[in-house]
Nanobody, 122 residues
Framework: QVQSVESGGRLVQAGGSLRLSCAAS????????MGWFRQAPGKEREFVAA????????YVADSMKGRFTIFKDSPKNTIYLQMNSLRPEDTAVYYC???????????????WGQGTQVTVSS
C-alpha cells in the first residue's frame, strides 16, 4: 500500500477550484510514478492524472484535460492535483496512488491512499 497522506478535499460550489495534496514517503516520491484516481458513489474507480517520478512527464484524462493539472513539489515529497472549473459530476472520493510495479499508465497504479472527499454543489 502506498504510504501517503491526501488532503484538500472539501465542499465547493460549481465553477470553483480546489487543490488536492498527497504527501508521500521520500522513497515512493523519488522512485515511482504517482497519480490520482477518483470514485463517485455507485461508479467504478476512474483515472484522473499521473506524473512520472522525475516530474518531466504528466498527463490528465481526456475528460478533465484543460481543467485539472497534476504537478509535484520535490522538497515537500508532495504531488498536487489542481482542479478548476469544478462541476457537480466531479464529486467523488479522490485517491492518491503510486505505480509500485513501475510504469505510469492507468493500469499500472494499484496502491492507494485513504482518499479525500470532494463535493461540488450546483
Amino acid at each position: 500500500q502506498v504510504q501517503s497522506v491526501e488532503s484538500g478535499g472539501r465542499l465547493v460550489q460549481a465553477g470553483g477550484s480546489l487543490r488536492l495534496s498527497c504527501a508521500a514517503s521520500r522513497r515512493t516520491f523519488d522512485t515511482y510514478a504517482m497519480g490520482w484516481f477518483r470514485q463517485a458513489p455507485g461508479k467504478e474507480r476512474e483515472f484522473v492524472a499521473a506524473i512520472s517520478w522525475t516530474g518531466v512527464s504528466a498527463y490528465v484524462a481526456d475528460s478533465m484535460k484543460g481543467r485539472f493539472t497534476i504537478f509535484k513539489d520535490s522538497p515537500k515529497n508532495t504531488i498536487y492535483l489542481q482542479m478548476n472549473s469544478l462541476r457537480p459530476e466531479d464529486t467523488a472520493v479522490y485517491y492518491c496512488t503510486a505505480a509500485l510495479r513501475g510504469g505510469m499508465g492507468p493500469t499500472d497504479f494499484d496502491s492507494w491512499g485513504q482518499g479525500t472527499q470532494v463535493t461540488v454543489s450546483s
